[in-house]
Each structure stands twice: as structure tokens, then as C-alpha cells.
């Protein structure tokens, strides 16, 4: 165990390290070696980091001696805001040890540097480190090695070197033109999940020293072709939503649980569509219709949404002309969407099997609709367009409806990417049925994930909707 006893200049403190043998029967003279890793510390004003002290025995030489320890500093070290602080030393196993180093609050940017050294048997060896402090964008280092390892048709994993006086690392995704941040890790990798299959994603990763960032560097991976969804057999729906209109919120849970057949998917939430299109829906209408040969199923008793150990809420069990569905109390408002849901799904003999503790995606980031701008008519050849948390793995559902009275409206279907055109389908028929343009009704965003399990596929999503009527 190091003990250190400080003084103006140097630090003195008595080691003992532990026997490092070596039988070689033409062993060079008995010597020792000092390094630091690493032997530069990058910190930002304010943080701390540590280096770690290697002794190296040479020759045979005995290091669990009695040694005399001093660290030499410049004028940058010492107590105080405006210095770093350099803290005990502590052994970490027979040929390693750590100290730690803070710098101040206010400590000016620059190098500083400190040499340790330790004198054994009469023996003298010093190792040298280098703080330097003040990092900005230019001069913190980009992680090293960064590389894309594709899981599935919806997860790609990254893994880089880490950066030794990181205090994380920025994880963006390309969507468009530019990156957006998925979030910061605090270790040497990262885990993204809710992909398209076969689709190419760019990702760039940032060093983070204090309040600077790297630039970053860049990595791109495509997914494996994903498993096409069922055209038949047992496919339910469970979903969370949250809509806005004039500053008034409110938030529902439901569920619905079919039979596919005939090829006939449903075509719920955008279940099967292809993204950047249009279903055109006649006057009335806010969903595409369903396929006749669908069969509502019964999932047993009501469900339960769960968050974490609490109940967050449960959906009913209606059933209607033969059709089963489920739904939250809607005299019961529900509190914020958490990001932690996950369902319970009771399952029934001749109808929808049993699923437990599935988690449903976490909330997606708020947004705000650009264009159109509220109660503006959209051009029937028109883009609209929205910004804040773009996420290329969600989807954006849009409803827009005609300038004439029961005329014919679409429901689209989006990439999160900020922007979607009006197709030609919308426009031709809009004016077939006399329209000179539309108007944006609402744009939902969803996070999706699916489950599969006794042969039955679970679609799982947490909606935020936007009313811009």
C-alpha cells in the first residue's frame, strides 16, 4: 500500500511492491522500469480521471523492498480551483497502482506535467504523465477502432477503443443529410435495436471530455433481410398513445388480436404498409379498411401495462358484434407514457396465446410539424415537413383529408426523416373528386418493436400524435 505525505513541491510516500521473479539463467543486471498508462491525460476543467503505475522488475530484481517514493510537479499542481489536485496512491495488485488526478474548477487550459519516482536499493527510475486540460473539439481524440457488427434484420451493435479520460461517448444515426444523437454511453459500445431490415444505416460516434466533443468518426452497416411479416395466421396489436390538440393531452392503451387469412394481413397502424405511400379512404373514413376474411380474436381476460412494479394501467376486454377489444377506463386518465411499459397478455385456448412482460419501445421524442403551418391548406402536390428527435427506425402516420365537403381523405405511411411528399395517387384523387387542394389533419409518431412467440407475431407501439386541424 502507497501512503503519501505531501510537501510545497513533491509528495513523499514509502511503497512496497511485490516480488516480481524471473528464472533466466543469463538475466540481465537487476534494474526495475516505471510507465504510467496513459502516459497523456486528457481532462476538462472541473473532472477527474486516473493513470495507472506499472513496475517492472528486471533481472530478478526483489521490488518488495522498502522504497522512497517523491513526485515531482510543476507549478500547475497543488491545491486549490485554479490547480490539479493529485490524489493517494493505491496499490492495485503486486506490480500496479493507481492515482488519481483532478483538475479545478478554474483551472487554466494547457499542459502539465508530473514526474513520479520511486528509489529502491538505491535505484532511482521516474515515470512521466502529462494532464492536459482545457480540451475542445480539436484537440479531444476521436475513439479509435469503430466498428459496425450487423445482429439481425433490426439490431446492429458498435464497439470502438476507449478514450482514456472520457466522460462518454455520443452515439448519432444518419437520417437524410445530417446525424441525429441517439443518446450517450459511458462505455466502449453500443447496442442499436428497432432497425429496418435490409436497410443501410450510417452511424458516428464522439468522444465527450467534460462539455467538448471529438468530431467523430463514422461507421455504416446494412441490416440482414428481415423474416416478411405473416400474411396469415394469429397477429395482435397493443399500443399506447398520447395526442395534443389545442394544449389539451390525452392518452389511451388498446389492443386488438386477429386471425389472418387468405393472404389478407391487417393493416393497423401501418402493419405491412410500405413506407412513403398512400392509402386513399373514402369520406368518413380515418383507417384503411380490413380485409373481410380477418377474424377478431379473443386474448382472454383484460391486459395489464405494467411499469416497472406498478400498474400503469389495464385494458378492458369489449366485446361487439363479435369483435373483441381492449381498452383503457377512459374515465381514468392516464398519467405520462413511461419508457419502461411492458405487457402482459393473459391468452386464450381458441384464441390468442398467453405473451408475459413484453416490453413495449420507449416514448418517442416530441415533435413539431413545420409545414404546413396550422390551419394552412397543403398544395395536393405538397411536402410537409417536421422537426425534433428524427429517428429513421420510427414511423410517422399522416392523415390528410380534401378541400371538398365528404370528399376523400389518405392515410400515409413515413420514415421519420423530417419530410414526406404528397403521391400522385392522393393528388389524382383529390381532383377526380373536385378538390384544389388538402388539409394536414394529423401526424402521429411511432415507436414499433415486434415479438414472436407460439406462433403468434405481437406488434407493439408507443404513439405520439399531433392534431394541427
Not at 474548477?105 to 515515470?127: C, D, H, M, P, Q
Not at 386474448?299 to 369489449?318: D, F, I, N, R
Not at 395536393?380 to 376523400?408: C, E, H, Q, Y
Amino acid at each position: 500500500m502507497f501512503k503519501v505525505n505531501r510537501e510545497v513541491s513533491k509528495l513523499v510516500f514509502l511503497a512496497s511492491l511485490a516480488v516480481l521473479s524471473a528464472c533466466n539463467p543469463q538475466k540481465p543486471a537487476a534494474d526495475f522500469s516505471l510507465a504510467f498508462s496513459p502516459a497523456t491525460l486528457n481532462l476538462a476543467a472541473g473532472a477527474s480521471g486516473t493513470a495507472t503505475l506499472t513496475a517492472t522488475a528486471i533481472g530478478g530484481f526483489d521490488l518488495n523492498q522498502k522504497s522512497e517514493t517523491t513526485v515531482d510537479v510543476d507549478a500547475g499542481f497543488g491545491a486549490g480551483d485554479t490547480k490539479i489536485q493529485v490524489g493517494e496512491i493505491t496499490q492495485t495488485d503486486a506490480t500496479h497502482a493507481t492515482l488519481p488526478f483532478t483538475a479545478g474548477a478554474n483551472v487554466a487550459g494547457g499542459s502539465y506535467n508530473l514526474s513520479l519516482n520511486i528509489t529502491i536499493a538505491g535505484l532511482k527510475r521516474s515515470a512521466k504523465i502529462t494532464i492536459k486540460v482545457g480540451a475542445t473539439t480539436n484537440t479531444v481524440p476521436n475513439p479509435s477502432n469503430l466498428s459496425a457488427t450487423v445482429i439481425s434484420s433490426s439490431q446492429i451493435n458498435l464497439s470502438w477503443t476507449a478514450v482514456t479520460g472520457a466522460s462518454g461517448y455520443e452515439v448519432e444515426q444518419k437520417v437524410g443529410t445530417a446525424f441525429q444523437s441517439l443518446g450517450t454511453v459511458m462505455t466502449a459500445g453500443a447496442e442499436i435495436t428497432s432497425l429496418n431490415p435490409s436497410t443501410a444505416y450510417t452511424f458516428r460516434v464522439k468522444t465527450k471530455i467534460g462539455a467538448n466533443s471529438s468530431g467523430g468518426v463514422e461507421t455504416s452497416a446494412t441490416t440482414q433481410s428481415g423474416t416478411p411479416q405473416p400474411t396469415s395466421g394469429k397477429i395482435g396489436f397493443v399500443s399506447v398513445s398520447e395526442s395534443a390538440i389545442l394544449g389539451n393531452t390525452t392518452r389511451t392503451g388498446s389492443a386488438l388480436f386477429f386471425e389472418a387469412q387468405n393472404n389478407e394481413p391487417p393493416t393497423i397502424g401501418g402493419f405491412g404498409a410500405t413506407p412513403d405511400s398512400c392509402v386513399v379512404l373514402s369520406a368518413g373514413q380515418r383507417n384503411p379498411p380490413q380485409p373481410a376474411s380477418l377474424k377478431p380474436l379473443d386474448a382472454g381476460t383484460e391486459l395489464s401495462l405494467q411499469s416497472g412494479s406498478s400498474v400503469y394501467t389495464k385494458l378492458l376486454k369489449t366485446a361487439i358484434s363479435g369483435t373483441v377489444s381492449y381498452g383503457n377506463n377512459p374515465l381514468t386518465p392516464l398519467a405520462a407514457v413511461p419508457d419502461n411499459l411492458t405487457v402482459s397478455i393473459p391468452g386464450s385456448a381458441t384464441g390468442f396465446p398467453a405473451f408475459t412482460n413484453v416490453a413495449l419501445p420507449a416514448f418517442p421524442a416530441d415533435f413539431t410539424v413545420s409545414t404546413p403551418a396550422s390551419g394552412d391548406p397543403l398544395a395536393l402536390d405538397g411536402t410537409i415537413t417536421w422537426d425534433g428527435g428524427l429517428n429513421a427506425s420510427n414511423s410517422m402516420s399522416i392523415l390528410v383529408s380534401s378541400s371538398v365537403k365528404d370528399g376523400p381523405g389518405a392515410i400515409c405511411f413515413a420514415i421519420d426523416d423530417g419530410s414526406f411528399a404528397v403521391p400522385a395517387n392522393v393528388k389524382s384523387a383529390f381532383e377526380t373528386a373536385g378538390a384544389t387542394n388538402a388539409q394536414l389533419v394529423f401526424l402521429s409518431r411511432s415507436a414499433n418493436r415486434t415479438e414472436t412467440a407460439n406462433g403468434a407475431t405481437l406488434n407493439l407501439s408507443v404513439i405520439r400524435s399531433k392534431i394541427v386541424l
